[in-house]
Structures are given as C-alpha cells and as structure tokens.
Antibody, heavy 121, light 111 residues
C-alpha cells in the first residue's frame, strides 16, 4: 500500500526558511515522479513543483520559482522541498503526491496527509 | 485566478444526479490534455476520483463518471449520497504555462 507522510511544517516568520520532507513507502520510490501541492486555508489546490524519478528534471510554478527547491533522496525514499524567503501568502497545507507516470499531464494517484506551514510574525 | 473554471457550488437531493463543469482553453483541455478529478472530503487530503477524463481508479463507485469535449470537461455523480458531500477539483496540464493546473474547486452539498 502506497504511503506518503509529510513532516517539517510549523510556524515561521516572514522572510524565514523551512524544509519539508515526505517519507514514502509501499512502492519502488525511484521509479516515480513526485510533486508538491499546497492548499491555503479555505482555498483550492495549487501545484508547486515536480521532480523526475532520478532528480535530474525539476519544474516549478511561477509563484515559488527561485524561492523553493525540490530534491529527493532515492536511497532514503524521501522527497524534500526547501522553502526560502517565505511570505504570508505561503501559509498553506503542503501535500506531496505521486505522479502516476512521468509526464506532467498525468494524474496524482497517491497523496500524503499534508503538513501545515504558517508564515506569520 | 485559476485557468480551469469550475462552479463554486452545486447541490442535489439524495438519489439525484449532479454535474460539475470544468472549463479550460486551447492551451490545456482544448489542446487534448486529459482532465483528472479529485474528491476532498472535509478535513482530509484529496483523493483521485477520475483519471484520463473518464477512467475510475479501483474502488471508486461507478456513480462517478467523467467526460471531456472541446475545451471543457464534466464530472457527473448519479445516485447522490450523503457521503458525496465534498469539494471536487479538476486538473489538467497547460502547455503555455508548462505546468499543472487545478480548477478552483466545487463544493457539492447533499440537501
């Protein structure tokens, strides 16, 4: 059974940094592309980034490009996102999700439970 | 502002049929990219409901169905049940943005 568990959320001041992790189990981690998606309180879903199975290819939404960096460690079955220069509008629940196959037009077939990031002074 | 447009809310009585539209453009749905749908029950993470416009993952009841035509897609729920109360999101890919798009979400209320 596929299992994705995010961690690392919390309260951070504007301009600060935070690193989120996503621990995966139940599937061959190195075979899959992964993404980060967030949901601001009471709002809809926003796709943030994508990383290929090897970690060589990465894409970012314009809203986080230059501030967020996605990475993965296939030996540890873990996905990460380093978030810098955080703003109040980055406050959201952050989900990691698995792409069904390695194209951005595919679907997200498994999701974690999310971790809350709050950016506030 | 989402480039995929969904109605904010739809409602229906138990047993009725409701549909949710997802309107895109020539750079996403109209370009031939599939539409996928997710169900988000209150307080939980989204769950894949429909993929590749009209396919259901294992375990999803056949009360849920999807369709796509031109620059739009639709999710239909037949035989509406109380447990269908949730937010529903459509998703596609946009070639001009080179990124993933979600619709703004539709809240389904069972009367």
């Amino acid at each position: 059974q596929v299992h994705l568990v995010e961690s690392g959320g919390g309260l951070v001041k504007p301009g600060g940094s935070l690193r989120l992790s996503c621990a995966a189990s139940g599937f061959t981690f190195s075979d899959y592309y992964l993404t980060w998606i967030r949901q601001a309180p009471g709002k809809g879903l926003e796709w943030l980034s994508y990383i290929s199975s090897t970690g060589e290819t990465k894409y970012y939404a314009d809203s986080v490009k230059g501030r967020f960096t996605v990475s993965r460690d296939n030996a540890k079955n873990s996905l990460y996102v380093q978030m810098n220069s955080l703003r109040a509008e980055d406050t959201a629940v952050y989900y990691c999700a698995r792409l069904s196959f390695g194209e951005l037009w595919s679907w997200f077939d498994s999701w974690g439970q999310g971790t809350l990031v709050t950016v506030s002074s | 502002q989402s480039v995929l447009t969904q109605p904010p809310s739809v409602s229906g009585a138990p047993g009725q049929r409701v549909t949710i539209s997802c309107t895109g453009s020539s750079s996403n749905i109209g370009a031939g990219y599939d539409v996928h749908w997710y169900q988000q029950l209150p307080g939980t993470a989204p769950k894949l409901l429909i993929f590749a416009s009209n396919s259901r993952p294992s375990g999803v009841p056949d009360r849920f169905s999807g369709s796509k035509s031109g620059t739009s897609a639709s999710l239909a729920i037949t035989g509406l049940q109380a447990e269908d109360e949730a937010d529903y999101y459509c998703q596609s890919y946009d070639i001009s943005l080179n990124g993933v798009l979600f619709g703004g979400g539709t809240k389904v209320t069972v009367l």
